[in-house]
């Protein structure tokens, strides 16, 4: 009993150091040894624009007078309003990643109310004004870890959501950043009751569930689950007829069906509607001035636009518009007579149309054609019964609202999202501050923010297309910035670098496609060197500036080889490349030696050499860190000269995407990367007996791009994305005296 008494103890007090020190270290096997010199970490968010997508069908209302109210958000949740002197935009819920989803009622005294999702928390959340102020509710959350991050609810067929993202070719990214689906509270959908009481469906994405909430007065909330057979309950959709009975359209995600919900006041009944096909999702419900329910939807497996609509006891469902790929992001009203019109995308020519029944048939209209618009449509009918819309450009990630003054339709910007910090290159001066290429996915411009001792400045690299795509940054012998990227709208490999306040672009490699993983290094002569993936070929890339122009160079050409290159060049200026061969899933290099390029295996045990990141040691030995897709791990791989020795650092979690790494002023490495299964950014240091390992940020979904540097100091400065946000962040090292950080074994010597 003493014994088991004196184990219990034990126990208990290894779980007891481990709750208390929560940024842990791994190291080589050995006793738990403090750090010297620990780090604590300045967090700043350095380019942090306004970010909004997954708006739902509910985004839009209008008032009695006709004006517009919208719901909008993903960073911050938003609220529009369009008065006598144009459009007015306030912050209601000031917390971050809150807003997807948004839905907006107005109530019995027409002052807006918002159900809408927190992605950090997982929750659903509610924010009503009460003539002075937002009160802001939470109704139902998944409970999860205050602090990190859990992957975000499915947006179901849109992907991410992000519908202004660069429309990449398929390529082996091992994992993607935005994660997989959890929380409580997407696919939000509110109505008010007569009363006054909200009524909203959502979604619960860790049970796969349809569920409902009803306010009730100063008690709270009663929620209830609707529907729980299979995954159900996506792109729910809520009205309330004149009795107050709750109808819900949604999808049936499982059978990929279109289903109804009713509620009468004592029970649920439920109903598949139209079953055939894959069909139901971007539904949207409405009652007519009978009563009567009408649901439009997508039917996915035709891509046709439907309806649906309640005809004494039975359903009768028509085609409403077959032209090519048509019917996502449905929203339904009547006009002035009870006849249903629809909004919605054609994803054929990225328009958005309307569409009006005029018995027996429908009237199909494109509205706007300028550009891919249309996405996340909401309509809501004025006093005269003529439709106003809602929705998105996705080229120019701007918020449109389209509406009649008189007989003209006009068309106004709402608001404009953007979403910064993609592929981030971070550089520090002579000086130690920081200097930071990136890529801003919703407007596709090349970016340059540089710290200036006492705030962030920034430059726009390049405008024209789609610019800025896998930045790899580095500064000359004076400070000035140099840029390598893809420009993917003139399929254009591009050196850039800074003229006083302005950039001077150089074309490098024209492709068919596309270029990959563009990693540039100024050579001891200031020169510029690039190593790139062509995936037009395949192969592995160099280019190099010489006084006779570019050149390039074919390096490898054995299958899939070249992806995630990064560049380094010894002291010579002979460059050496780290890179990934997909078709063997190994890790390898390549030096330039007597004007031959060589290539060797670094390592092949399992699928490796993901996220490379080379740098070279006094002795001008490699060292490179990397992915392990095959144990989702992070390695590090040292040539000592004679032969490679390897590290692995075991992880519970899918650890080690987005690697970079740099070597201290003796020679240790120091290494930033990603951790998918928490969304957090990790930063690990070698101190010269074992490893420390820090959690830096794990306040969202933060990490991927990471890019790391060391100060004069050894101190390291990291920049990264901010995917929840859409924030470019940087982190910086704070030195603390704190023997508080335990140490969890990691393996070393031979390659596992």
């Known amino acids: 009993m003493a014994k088991n008494k004196r184990h219990a103890y034990l126990l208990f007090g290894l779980i007891l ?25 300045e967090i700043q968010r350095v380019d942090a624009p306004q970010m909004f997508y997954q708006m739902g069908e509910g985004m839009l209302q209008l008032d009695s007078a006709g ?24 912050t209601v819920d000031e917390n971050f990643g809150v807003g997807k989803y948004a839905s907006i009622a107005l109530d019995p005294a027409e002052r807006p109310g918002i159900s809408y999702y927190d992605e950090i928390n997982g929750a659903l959340k509610f924010a009503r004004f009460d003539g002075s102020r937002w009160e802001i509710q939470t109704i139902d959350t998944a409970n999860l870890r205050s602090g990190a991050y859990r992957p975000s609810a499915s947006p179901g067929l849109a992907e991410d959501g992000r519908d202004w993202k660069s429309p990449e070719p398929d390529h082996p990214e091992s994992t993607d950043v935005t994660g997989k689906e959890s929380g409580v509270g997407s696919f939000t959908s509110l109505a008010f009751d007569a009363s006054g009481q909200a009524h909203i469906s959502y979604f619960n994405a860790m049970t796969g569930d349809l569920k409902y909430a009803r306010s009730n007065n100063e008690a709270g909330w009663s929620v209830q689950t609707v529907d729980s057979e299979g995954r159900v309950g996506l792109y729910s959709s809520l009205d309330l007829d004149s009795a107050g009975n709750v109808h819900i359209g949604y999808y049936d995600e499982t059978n990929g069906d279109l289903k109804y919900a009713l509620w009468s006041g004592s029970v649920w009944t439920l109903r598949a509607i139209d079953y055939y096909n894959n069909v139901g999702a971007y539904a949207s419900l409405a009652i007519d001035h009978q009563g009567e329910p009408h649901i439009s939807y997508y039917d996915i497996s035709l891509g046709n636009l439907k309806h649906a609509a309640l005809q004494g006891e039975a359903w009768e469902v028509t085609v ?13 009203a009547f006009t002035a007579d009870g006849r249903p019109m629809i909004s919605y995308y054609d994803h054929t020519n990225g328009d958005l149309k309307y569409a009006e029944y005029t018995s027996p048939e ?20 004025d006093s005269s019964g003529r439709p106003a819309i809602a929705y998105f450009h996705s080229e120019t990630g701007v918020l449109l609202y389209n509406f009649f003054s008189g007989a003209t339709r006009v068309v106004e910007l709402v608001d404009s999202t ?87 672009a150089q074309g490098v490699a024209l492709v068919q496609e596309w270029i990959f993983y563009t990693s540039l290094e100024l050579d001891t002569s200031g020169l510029p060197a690039i190593s ?32 995630y290159t990064s560049l380094a060049m010894d002291q010579a200026g002979s460059p050496l490349i780290s890179y990934y061969n997909m078709s063997e899933g190994i890790l390898k290099l390549a030096r330039l030696s007597n004007e031959a390029w060589q290539t060797q295996v670094v390592d092949q045990d399992g699928n490796v050499g993901l996220y490379t990141s080379l740098a070279l040691d006094p002795s001008q030995n490699p060292h490179i860190s990397y992915y ?9 791989a040292r040539w000592n000269g004679a032969g490679w020795e390897f590290q692995i650092f075991n992880s519970v979690d ?45 306040s969202a979904n933060n990490g991927s791009y990471s890019s790391l540097a060391l100060d004069g100091n050894d101190i390291p400065h990291i920049s990264y994305y901010d995917s929840t946000n859409g924030d470019l962040k940087y982190a910086a090292g704070v030195p603390v005296d704190a023997n508080r950080y335990a140490y969890l074994p990691l393996i070393s010597g031979p390659n596992r």
């Open 67 to 90: 004006r517009p109210h919208l719901a909008y958000g993903a960073d911050h949740l938003y609220y529009a309003y369009r008065g006598s002197s144009g459009w007015s935009i306030q």
């Open 532 to 563: 790139y993936y062509d995936a037009d070929s395949a192969n592995l890339m160099f280019a190099r500036l010489t006084s006779a122009g570019w050149t390039k160079e074919l390096i490898e050409e054995s299958g899939y080889v070249g992806l």
């Open 628 to 636: 392990d897709a095959t144990h989702t791990d992070l390695k590090y």
């Open 418 to 504: 953007r979403d910064a910090g993609q592929y981030s290159s971070l550089a520090l001066d002579a000086a130690g501050n920081p200097h930071i290429a990136y890529f801003d996915d919703a407007v596709d411009d090349a970016r340059y923010a540089h710290w200036n001792g006492s705030q962030w400045e920034y430059q726009t690299i390049e405008t024209a297309g789609e610019a800025g795509l896998y930045t790899s940054l580095d500064l000359d012998n004076i400070g000035l910035p140099h840029t390598s990227y893809f420009n993917a709208t003139d399929n254009e490999l591009r050196y850039s670098s800074q003229l006083g306040n302005a950039w001077a």
């Open 362 to 381: 429908w009237d199909v209209i494109p509205v706007d054609i300028n550009g891919v618009v249309g996405r996340y449509t909401s309509m809501a009918v």
């Open 17 to 41: 150091l481990l709750a208390i020190y929560p940024a842990m270290g791994q190291s080589s096997p050995g006793a738990a040894i403090p750090a010297a010199n620990s780090l604590t970490w």
């Open 654 to 698: 899918d650890e080690g995407q987005h690697t970079s790494l740099v070597l201290d002023s003796q020679g240790r490495p120091h290494i930033s990367y990603y951790n998918a299964s928490q969304g957090c950014l990790r930063y690990s240091r070698w101190n010269g007996a074992r490893w420390e390992s820090y959690t830096v940020d794990c």
């Open 320 to 332: 409403v518009d077959t032209t090519g790929n048509v019917g996502e992001y449905t929203s339904l």
